[in-house]
């Protein structure tokens, strides 16, 4: 099983030990969508969904999500985020929401799942408030757009 990063010799799972690695400045981006129906996205913009204030409620839910990432997903080291910031935008082009996240800390590793887990909390919170008028909506492409510091340095997925 060597080779594998979380795996040990007997083949457990394991949280990789980060312990000698130096504390540097790290960022990620992440992005993603919540593709919905024409009359969904005019509805959440007018403010006339039956949950309320769905852009903004759903912006705070992914900076909370971000800060939980480490209870969520198995093996993450829990990092002290200096930043966490969610921007979700309209784009009638979908139709529905992009949805956007930096996230930024000095830590021993990188940032990278906490920016992907606030897309996706912001994304699931837009499906949630928005379910009740349109069940037919789709969230798509959650990836990491960038990354800095570390090791391995920077780097940019370009265009999808």
């Known amino acids: 099983m060597s080779g594998f990063s979380h795996i040990d010799d007997q083949g457990r799972a394991r949280m990789v030990d980060v312990s000698d690695k130096?504390?540097?400045?790290?960022t990620a981006s992440a992005?993603?969508?919540?593709?919905?129906?024409?009359?969904?996205?005019?509805?959440?913009?007018?403010?006339?969904?039956?949950k309320g204030a769905v852009i903004s409620t759903a912006e705070l839910a992914g900076v909370m999500g971000a800060?939980?990432?480490?209870?969520?997903?198995?093996?993450?080291?829990?990092?002290?985020?200096s930043q966490?910031?969610?921007?979700i935008a309209p784009d009638h082009a979908l139709p529905g929401f992009r949805v956007r996240a930096e996230?930024?800390?000095?830590?021993?590793?990188g940032v990278e799942m906490e920016a992907l887990t606030a897309v996706s909390i912001a994304c699931l919170t837009l499906f949630d408030m928005l379910k009740a008028?349109?069940?037919?909506?789709?969230?798509?492409?959650?990836?990491?757009?960038?990354?800095?510091?570390?090791?391995?340095?920077?780097w940019s997925a370009g265009e999808p």
Do not use: F, N, W, Y
């Open 31 to 50: 992005e993603g969508a919540l593709v919905c129906k024409t009359a969904t996205l005019d509805a959440a913009l007018a403010g006339t969904t039956p």
């Open 22 to 26: 130096p504390e540097t400045l790290r």
């Open 67 to 81: 800060k939980k990432t480490s209870e969520l997903i198995p093996l993450c080291h829990p990092l002290p985020l």
């Open 84 to 87: 966490i910031q969610v921007t």
């Open 103 to 109: 996230a930024r800390t000095t830590a021993k590793t």
């Open 133 to 154: 008028v349109d069940r037919s909506m789709s969230i798509t492409a959650v990836r990491v757009i960038s990354k800095t510091g570390g090791r391995s340095g920077d």
